[in-house]
């Protein structure tokens, strides 16, 4: 798979805290190609196990699924905004501090009932609440679909907040130093 490079090099996230930033994200955003080549974006609950993203969503058909079926290849997103600071004297010299990471791959649905309900019990593992139920039983397993992602690259980026020492005004790194309001 071949892309651009990340341009900011100072701000690249090692691939193992990328991976651990997408395992524990509570929320990602999955980004699939339509038909007429605009993408698509949902945000979906997920669990990541070694080189795979799982996801699930409504067994009906809709733009999510006809898009899966027609072309696998996607991409997941996750990020951990933090705060955004200032570096200047004008309001335009503000910055966030995060990190973020994307995971680009081959989407495929998983038809396998004891494969869909291994995805619930980790699902239910990251996401559920404790409450005294019976495990590993989804009575509505027919009713969902469950998709694989199955991950060929994952980039990461951040970056982190400056210490009040280097934030304005304490330090100005305004990027017009000669412009007048």
């Known amino acids: 798979m071949s892309s651009p ?31 007429d080549g ?8 997920h669990v990541f196990s070694a080189d795979e993203i799982g996801l699930h969503n409504t ?4 733009h999510l699924r006809t898009n899966v079926e027609r072309d696998g290849r996607a991409c997941f997103e996750v990020d951990e905004p933090i705060k955004v600071f200032d570096y200047g ?11 973020s990471a994307i995971a680009y791959g081959r989407i495929r649905i998983v038809d396998e009932r004891a494969a869909k309900a291994r995805f619930f019990d980790a699902f239910m593992a990251k996401y559920g609440t404790g409450a005294q139920r019976p495990k590993s039983f989804y009575p509505r397993l027919d009713q969902v679909t469950v998709y694989a992602l199955a991950v060929e690259r994952i980039t990461g980026k951040h970056c982190p907040l400056p210490p009040v020492s280097e934030q304005w005004p304490a330090l100005d790194r305004t990027k017009s130093p000669n412009a007048r309001p």
């Not at 100072?10 to 991976?19: C, F, I, K, Q, Y």
């Not at 605009?38 to 609950?45: D, R, T």
């Not at 067994?59 to 809709?62: F, K, N, Q, S």
């Not at 004297?89 to 990190?99: L, M, N, V």
């Open 5 to 35: 490079q990340l341009r900011r090099q100072d701000r690249s996230l090692a691939e193992p805290e990328a991976r651990d930033l997408i395992r524990g994200a509570y929320c990602g955003r999955l980004a699939t190609v339509s038909e």
């Open 38 to 45: 605009w993408p698509y974006v949902v945000p979906l609950l």
């Open 59 to 62: 067994a009906a058909p809709g």
């Open 89 to 99: 004297r004008f309001e335009c010299d503000s910055g966030p501090a995060y990190r």
